[in-house]
């Protein structure tokens, strides 16, 4: 845990980190491949931070709730009979076990251990044989709440109590969203990949930050987008990368009856990933889900307009599934066992003053977030 790191360790790790992108090195390899500052980044980054749950769509109906683990955390998120979405940590006020599992429909959240009951705003309503107990009273009960909210047409959590609103956060995100993807809520989900990759979670995002790598490492990718319209632009705690369909043919998927004629993609601090590729109407979200130092899981939830992919977008996820994302988890294995030898420390950072997809400032601008995030902790800041 940040007991093992001290203020000299923040001041340590960025070392060669440069507030202009110009002049500076990546971020140090220690935070990629030392246990101490995967231990940090919980309380640092993901125990703080807006992280995706899921689309509007599984939380309409009065009662659908999902269940997950957001910082090793189990949390619940549940449509109260008034309307109000509402998050709690997924844990039993009697003697701590779950409430909910996967998610669904519900009445009531019952904990299947002893069959304590609790009403949709987390009020306890039912505790079987409490009747004899001295100063019990089960009205003053109730489930832990964790900030929810819903924002461009998908549920995010926050384990932070004093957390700043998501949408205020990332101001200029829901526009750009609306902007390039306006049917968005009335997409649907239809396909999930997932994958366990040998890297750390930062190395997927830095991956994810940059197009340096693909006209050498994604052939059929920069068939697909015309690479000289590519461009990216970093905000405050996200980054937005845009480019023009391309006109020709393509050896990555049939695009022929396309409605989204962009490859719209943002990256939103820290681990959500959301995409709108060229095709029919669609979005996609890339969760990237930290498991250690040397290991991420990541999920690719796929919203179309309508639950079955049609021939083409069959395609295009095969495409991703079997040749895009083996190209990219092939890339970052390679890093993180590069990491983790003597040969490297940091490299420098490639940047184009006109932030085109051959520049590496997105991953600059994360690695600032990075930092920042060590060192409030570590000086003894708030997260």
């Known amino acids: 845990m940040s007991e093992h790191l001290t203020q000299r360790d923040a001041q340590a790790i960025r070392r060669g980190f440069d507030a202009t992108p110009a002049r500076s090195h990546s971020l140090n390899a220690d935070a990629y491949v030392k246990q101490a500052w995967f231990d940090l980044e919980g309380p640092a980054v993901f125990a703080c931070a807006w992280r995706w749950l899921c689309h509007g769509e599984s939380l309409r109906e009065a009662g659908a709730y999902v269940t997950a683990e957001i910082a090793g955390r189990p949390i619940l998120v549940v449509r109260g009979r008034d309307g109000v979405l509402r998050g709690f940590y997924n844990v039993c ?225 095969r495409y991703i599934d079997e040749v895009l994302q083996r190209e990219d988890i092939e890339l970052v294995e390679s890093v993180q066992k590069g990491m983790a030898t003597p040969a490297f420390t940091q490299g420098r950072l490639v940047v184009d003053p006109e932030g085109s997809g051959l520049s590496e400032h997105a991953v600059h601008h994360f690695h600032g977030l990075v930092l920042d995030a060590y060192e409030r902790v570590l000086t003894g800041g708030q997260p």
């Open 93 to 317: 006020k009697h003697r701590a076990h779950h409430l909910l599992t996967g998610s669904g429909r519900t009445s009531r959240i019952s904990c299947p251990y002893h069959a304590w009951t609790y009403d949709l705003t987390g009020g306890l309503r039912a505790a079987p044989h409490t009747e004899h107990l001295e100063d019990f009273d089960k009205d003053a009960i109730r489930l832990d709440p964790v900030r929810v909210e819903e924002f461009c047409g998908f549920v995010f959590v926050n384990l932070a109590p004093d957390a700043a609103p998501l949408a205020e956060q990332s101001e200029g995100l829901a526009a750009e969203v609306a902007r390039y993807a306006p049917d968005i809520d009335r997409l649907t989900h239809a396909h999930r990949l997932t994958y366990d990759i040998r890297s750390n979670w930062k190395n997927v995002v830095d991956n994810f930050l940059e197009c340096y790598h693909c006209r050498i490492a994604h052939k059929d990718f920069v068939t697909l987008v015309d690479m000289d319209t590519y461009k990216v632009t970093t905000h405050g705690i996200y980054s937005s990368h845009m480019a023009e369909a391309g006109t020709q043919a393509n050896s990555a998927y049939p695009v022929d009856d396309a409605t989204v004629r962009d490859h719209a993609v943002w990256w939103l601090w820290p681990t959500t990933c959301m995409m709108r590729y060229p095709g029919r109407g669609n979005f996609l979200i890339l969760n990237v889900i930290p498991l250690g130092p040397d290991r991420t899981l990541e999920t690719y939830d796929f919203y179309l307009e309508e639950p079955t992919p049609n021939e083409a977008e069959r395609e295009a996820i």
